[in-house]
């Protein structure tokens, strides 16, 4: 069996950035401030200095089929959703999960 390999980046946090078209029967992201939160939460990071290989990535991703309950973004490797508002909810999710290792319970999206 071979070992576990140790991940390239200590977490990664997917951005979900979906943009629907306006009028569409599903809402999205996008139109929720997502991409501006996610350019936020990049410059955090880097400004914490937990930016790159070993530390934190932080990326934009597609639909991540949750657009409803978002906009969301999930960090990984533990897979934790999180719900977000604006730039304080980020804020949270860095210092409590990034820095701290502890989920941010009144963000988190079950499973």
Partial sequence: ?????????????????????????????????????????????KALGRNGMG??????????????QGPVLVVYPEGVWYRYLDEDDIDDIIHEHIENGRIVERLRIPG
Avoid at 55 to 68: P, Q, T, W
């Fill in 1 to 45: 069996m071979a070992d576990i390999p140790t991940p390239y980046y200590r977490h990664h946090l997917f951005f979900c950035c979906n943009r629907r078209e306006a009028g569409a029967a599903r809402p999205c992201c996008a139109a929720r401030g997502a991409e501006r939160v996610r350019a936020y939460a990049k410059e955090r990071i």
């Fill in 55 to 68: 530390d934190v990535r932080i990326n934009m991703a597609g639909c991540l089929d949750r657009c409803e």
